[in-house]
């Protein structure tokens, strides 16, 4: 599973702080962060800990399992972030 960003983010990082596995971007320091819409998960490094639920100020942040309806299409946003982003 992974743990999924919908679009209420309003990206203020405090759930890339509190990754333990640096799943979440873009960094705040990188060029990409201005650009982006809101912050993303990589399924493929995240360990679904669930530290970044507890940090989102706004409850954006969903398992993929159990997304809501309305916010299903995050899930292929977030995975296509870093499909293009890799080095992000
Ligand atoms: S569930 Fe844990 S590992 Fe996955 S993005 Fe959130 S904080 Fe990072």
Known sequence: ????????CIADYSC???????????SPDSAEFLR??????DPARCIDCEACVEA???GAIFPAASIPER???????????????RHV
């Open 1 to 8: 599973m992974t743990f999924v960003i919908a679009s209420p």
């Open 16 to 26: 890339l702080e509190a990754c333990p596995v640096e799943a979440i971007g873009p």
């Open 36 to 41: 982006a819409e809101q912050l993303y998960i």
């Open 56 to 58: 989102c100020p706004v």
């Open 71 to 85: 916010w299903k299409s995050a899930i292929a946003i977030n995975a296509a972030h870093y499909a293009e982003h």
